[in-house]
């Protein structure tokens, strides 16, 4: 309160002394003079105090350090655009913990995987959409997604193809699917990626066009007869997720109370974090394995010897597939979708590596770039090594128990989407190099540079060219 009312004479008194010196003539110059003293006192006050404040730690722990920045916007001039690559420098300064004011909102960030050890619709949501029966059940419904894809691939055979494109659209109709019964038709699907990103970056200008489109949705499941209800079960093997949201809000004694404002939005979440994130993946893992042949040829013999070049993929083979699962993990490891994670927000005061964690509203930033980098924890951290993930470690999972490998996060928070993103981004991956061959266009140089976002993107995007590599043409018809 102390701090706003600062605020608020701070701003008076400037403006009092804006129009004092405009209004006042040099006989004034003693007054003007002690009131411009006043004022820097005023602010180098209004400096120390909010500086005070954040500077109280708990008992013997201090607040971490941290660059100062400037008066009122503090650090926010000097962030860089590739912030993952910023605060790992800052944490070579100033530790593994630190904090740094951005205007008014304090936060702290943690680059060390010892540090991440410390510290009613989503539940619906991972147990009737994520759990393993609801997976099974929609096996086929993913299969027949693959399937059109590898169609489409092959009858564009010998022809340069952007790899987040195809692999976006892929699965995109699989979420659209399991959450509320539609696809997106991949012959009329150009630049749906493109566009996509288009519409979530301005989300909140299009928000009467998506409110009408999910309300024509919502409208049209809500008016399924009996008959055609039965019939939609009876094809996808489970009712998708907006049948059982729809059902469930129309029962009073289930203890779940939500709006259809909150379906939409839950269902834009779903749709949003579950698309570009494995897309983004895939063309990751697509890439480094170009730019390795060595890799390229474990991986495809790996393949060949589990499924034969006379077979398609089938999510049964995954689990025999360990060279790709180490592949993928080490994907995940050195280009890790989010690399600050999404921030967590404290309630309430807590020491963190000795320092102290101010009180609420405090925004955490985990840099799992930097972690997953840490050359004290990773041999040759910088090298794409998937054979770092074999033999005992291939024990390491993607549910945040080892906290020195967190690329979905870890505990409640962990990434909802994190059973299907696993399943799809191998299934997909496997389809891809059991089905054809691949090579980057005639003299074009394969770029792995990266562009920092709330998904780590690749600066420039993949362009492949399949040839086919199973023995017979009835396999991709």
């Not at 510290?119 to 693959?146: G, H, I, P, Q, W």
């Not at 489970?238 to 909150?262: N, P």
Request: hydrophobic share 40%; proline share 5%; net charge neutral.
């Amino acid at each position: 309160m102390l701090l706003g009312l600062l605020d608020r004479l701070l701003s008076a008194l400037c403006d009092q002394w804006t129009w004092w010196w405009e209004a006042s003539s040099t006989k004034d110059e003693l007054p003007r003079a002690l009131l411009t003293v006043s004022i820097l006192i005023l602010v180098v006050f209004w400096y120390r105090w909010t500086f005070m404040k954040s500077s109280k730690g708990i008992g013997s722990h201090p607040v971490p350090p941290g660059p100062r920045g400037l008066p009122i916007v503090r650090y926010l001039p000097f962030l860089d655009t590739n912030l993952h690559e910023q605060f790992t420098e800052l944490a070579h300064q100033y530790g593994p913990i630190y904090k740094l004011w951005l205007g008014q909102k304090l936060c702290v960030v943690m680059n060390s995987p010892s540090l991440a050890k410390e510290r009613t619709m989503r539940k619906v949501f991972v147990r009737d959409t994520m759990s393993n029966s609801s997976l099974e059940a929609s096996y086929n419904l993913r299969k027949d997604e693959v399937l059109k894809t590898i169609r489409e691939v092959h009858s564009k055979i010998g022809t340069p193809m952007d790899i987040a494109e195809i692999t976006f659209l892929t699965q995109m109709n699989v979420i659209m699917n399991m959450v509320w019964g539609s696809t997106i038709d991949i012959h009329k699907a150009h630049g749906v990626r493109t566009e996509f990103r288009g519409v979530a970056r301005e989300m909140e200008r299009l928000r009467i066009w998506v409110d009408r489109i999910l309300d024509s949705i919502i409208d049209a499941q809500t008016k399924m007869s009996m008959v055609e209800r039965a019939e939609a079960f009876k094809i996808k093997g489970k009712e998708d997720f907006l049948q059982l949201l729809l059902a469930l809000k129309e029962q009073e004694d289930t203890g779940i109370s939500f709006t259809l404002e909150q379906i939409k939005a839950l269902l834009i979440d779903i749709v949003v974090g579950g698309t570009d994130t494995s897309a983004t993946m895939v063309e990751w893992a697509m890439a480094e394995i170009m730019h390795n042949p060595e890799i390229m040829k474990k991986v495809q013999e790996e393949l060949s010897d589990v499924i034969g070049t006379n077979n398609i993929v089938e999510e049964s083979h995954l689990p025999k597939l360990h060279y790709l699962d180490a592949l993928i993990k080490e994907t995940f490891r050195l280009h890790p979708a989010l690399p600050l994670l999404v921030p967590k927000r404290t309630d309430r005061p807590c020491v963190v590596g000795g320092y102290t964690i101010p009180p609420k509203n405090t925004r955490v930033f985990l840099n799992v770039w930097a972690m997953h980098r840490d050359p004290e924890v990773w041999d040759s951290p910088l090298e794409f090594k998937p054979k770092r993930f074999l033999g005992e470690a291939s024990k390491c999972d993607y549910n945040g128990n080892n906290f020195q490998y967190l690329p979905f996060g870890s505990g409640r928070r962990i990434c909802a989407g994190l059973p299907l993103a696993e399943k799809m981004v191998m299934y997909f991956l496997a389809s891809l190099l059991h089905s054809f061959n691949w090579r980057s266009p005639e003299g074009e140089e394969l770029d792995l540079s990266e562009t920092f976002g709330i998904v780590m993107k690749k600066k420039t995007p993949l362009v492949a060219i399949p040839t086919q590599r199973l023995s017979s043409l009835e396999l991709y018809a």
